[in-house]
C-alpha cells in the first residue's frame, strides 16, 4: 500500500506539475499582449490516512493544484500615438460590448476590460482590433449627463462618432473693453458717434455681427462724462437690441472708470458681473463691459477712441477630425475649427472582487458569484482610477520570473518521474523475490 501511494503521490506530481506548465507556457506566449493578467498556479498538498505522528504505516497524498489569474494587478503603462488607447490609473474596468451585437434589439451583453485601443470602424463605431466596442453614456446637447442607471449596463450605448460629423459652435459669451475719448464730452465737442463692430457666430455656425455705437451727451458747459451706447444686431434685420446710458468716473482715485449703466431697452446691466444679456437673431449672449470701478471693459481717458479687448467664444462650423477621452471618462469630439464638444460619457465598472471575474478571450471579463455585482463610477470617483488616453497597459508577465519557474517546473517534474522510475523499480525486485 505504501509502495502503491508513493506511485500515485507522484503520478499526481507530474499532473500539478504540467498543470503549472501550462500557466507558465501562457503566460510566457502573452507577455506581449496588451491588457493581459497572468495565471498563478497554487500548489496544496493532500493527506490520506491518519492524523500526523500516529503510529504505523503513512499514506502518501499527493498534491492538488488551483489556477487563478490575477486580475487585480496593473502592467506598466506604454504610451501611443491613438487617442482612444485607453488604460485606467488605478482601480476599474472599462464597459465594452461585441460588434456583432450593436443594432440587435435588447439589452447589449456587457464584458468588461481593464486597457483598449479603439478607432472607429466604417460605420464610426469605437472598436478594438477584436471586435470590442467601447461603451458609454450619451452626454446632452449642453454636455451634461442625464439620468441613468449605475447598476446595470441598461443606459449604455456603443460610441459612435460620425454622428457628429459637423457642429456649430455658437458665441455666448463676448468681452468688450473700448476707452472713449474724454474730451468728446466736453462742452464744444462735434458729438460725433463712436463705432465698433464686434463678429460672432449664430446659433447654426452663420457669421454675424453686433455694431456699438458710443454717442457722448453735450453739455452746455464743463463735461458730462455721459454716452449713450446702442447695440444693433445683424441677425436681427439691423433692429436694436441693447441700449443704454453709461456714464464715467471723474474722481482723483477712480478716475476714468465705469460708474454707472442704466438700460433703457435691451437687458439689466448686472454691476456684480458686469455683463448684459443680449437676446439676438442668432441666439442669447452675454456680452461683458466691465465692472464699476474698475480699468477693465469701458473706460474714458484723455485718449483715442480704441479697443481694448475684443475675446468670444464660438466658431463655424467644424468639421470632425478625431475624439479624445479625459481623466473623467468624458469622450470629446474635435474639430477643426478649434473647438471640443463633449459627446459621450464613460464609466468604470467595479466590483467587490475583481478577481473573481470569469476570464474570457481577448483580455475580456464577464460577471460571476464570485466577482459580485458592480457598480458604475465616473472615472476618477469613488475607488476607480483615472482614464488616461495615448496609454495602453502592457502585459502583467514577468518574463524572467517565468523562467525562473519554467526551470524549478522542470527539476519537479523530473523528481516526480524519478520517484515513478524508482517505486517501478522497487515492486520489480519485490517480483523477483519469488524466483
Keep these: 500500500m505504501t509502495i502503491s501511494s508513493s506511485l500515485a503521490a507522484s503520478v499526481a506530481g507530474l499532473n500539478a506539475n504540467a498543470q503549472r506548465l501550462a500557466g507558465i507556457s501562457d503566460n510566457i506566449a502573452n507577455s506581449s499582449t496588451f491588457g493581459y493578467k497572468r495565471v498563478v498556479t497554487d500548489f496544496h498538498s493532500m493527506v490520506v490516512g491518519g492524523r500526523a505522528g500516529q503510529q504505523g504505516t503513512y499514506t502518501a497524498g499527493g498534491v492538488s493544484t488551483t489556477t487563478a489569474r490575477r486580475i487585480e494587478d496593473r502592467g506598466m503603462v506604454q504610451g501611443t500615438n491613438n487617442s482612444m488607447d485607453i488604460t485606467i490609473g488605478g482601480r476599474g474596468f472599462l464597459p465594452v460590448t461585441?460588434?456583432?451585437?450593436?443594432?440587435?434589439?435588447?439589452?447589449?451583453?456587457?464584458?468588461?476590460?481593464?486597457?483598449?485601443?479603439?478607432?472607429?470602424?466604417?460605420?464610426?463605431?469605437?472598436?478594438?482590433?477584436?471586435?470590442?466596442?467601447?461603451?458609454?453614456?450619451?452626454l446632452n446637447a449642453n454636455g451634461t449627463l442625464p439620468a441613468v442607471a449605475r447598476d446595470t449596463s441598461a443606459s449604455l450605448e456603443p460610441i459612435v462618432v460620425t454622428k457628429n460629423q459637423f457642429a456649430a459652435n455658437p458665441t455666448t459669451r463676448i468681452t468688450m473693453g473700448a476707452n472713449l475719448?474724454?474730451?468728446?464730452?466736453?462742452?464744444?465737442?462735434?458729438?460725433?458717434?463712436?463705432?465698433?463692430?464686434?463678429?460672432?457666430?449664430?446659433?447654426?455656425?452663420?457669421?454675424?455681427?453686433?455694431?456699438?455705437?458710443?454717442?457722448?451727451?453735450?453739455?452746455?458747459?464743463?463735461?458730462?462724462?455721459?454716452?449713450?451706447?446702442?447695440?444693433?444686431?445683424?441677425?436681427?434685420?439691423?433692429?436694436?437690441?441693447?441700449?443704454?446710458?453709461?456714464?464715467?468716473?471723474?474722481g482723483p482715485t477712480n478716475g476714468g472708470t465705469l460708474a454707472t449703466i442704466t438700460e433703457t431697452t435691451g437687458g439689466a446691466y448686472d454691476p456684480a458681473t458686469g455683463k448684459v444679456t443680449l437676446t439676438l437673431g442668432g441666439g442669447d449672449i452675454d456680452l461683458n463691459i466691465g465692472l464699476p470701478g474698475t480699468p477693465n471693459g469701458l473706460t474714458q481717458l484723455a485718449a483715442s477712441f480704441a479697443p481694448t479687448e475684443l475675446t468670444k467664444n464660438g466658431s463655424p462650423v467644424g468639421n470632425l477630425v478625431g475624439v479624445e477621452i479625459d481623466p473623467n471618462g468624458i469622450v470629446s469630439a474635435i474639430f477643426d475649427t478649434g473647438f471640443n464638444r463633449p459627446i459621450y460619457q464613460v464609466p468604470l465598472i467595479d466590483v467587490p472582487n475583481p478577481n473573481g471575474l470569469n476570464a474570457m478571450s481577448d483580455q475580456t471579463y464577464s460577471l460571476s458569484m464570485e466577482s459580485g455585482p458592480m457598480f458604475l463610477w465616473n472615472a476618477g470617483d469613488g475607488p476607480t482610477g483615472e482614464t488616461q488616453g495615448y496609454t495602453l497597459e502592457a502585459s502583467t508577465t514577468d518574463v524572467a520570473l517565468e523562467l525562473t519557474n519554467l526551470i524549478q517546473t522542470q527539476r519537479a517534474y523530473s523528481s516526480n518521474a524519478k520517484v515513478i522510475q524508482t517505486v517501478d523499480e522497487m515492486m520489480q525486485e519485490t517480483t523477483n523475490i519469488k524466483r
Design 181 to 250: 475719448p474724454s474730451t468728446d464730452t466736453n462742452a464744444g465737442a462735434a458729438g460725433a458717434a463712436r463705432d465698433l463692430s464686434v463678429e460672432y457666430f449664430g446659433n447654426l455656425g452663420q457669421a454675424e455681427s453686433l455694431n456699438v455705437s458710443f454717442t457722448p451727451t453735450i453739455p452746455a458747459v464743463g463735461s458730462s462724462n455721459t454716452w449713450t451706447m446702442t447695440i444693433t444686431d445683424s441677425a436681427s434685420n439691423g433692429a436694436t437690441v441693447g441700449e443704454y446710458e453709461v456714464t464715467f468716473n471723474d
Design 98 to 138: 461585441n460588434r456583432t451585437a450593436v443594432g440587435q434589439p435588447g439589452v447589449l451583453p456587457l464584458a468588461l476590460m481593464t486597457t483598449g485601443s479603439f478607432r472607429p470602424d466604417a460605420e464610426g463605431v469605437l472598436t478594438n482590433s477584436s471586435g470590442q466596442v467601447l461603451m458609454g453614456w450619451g
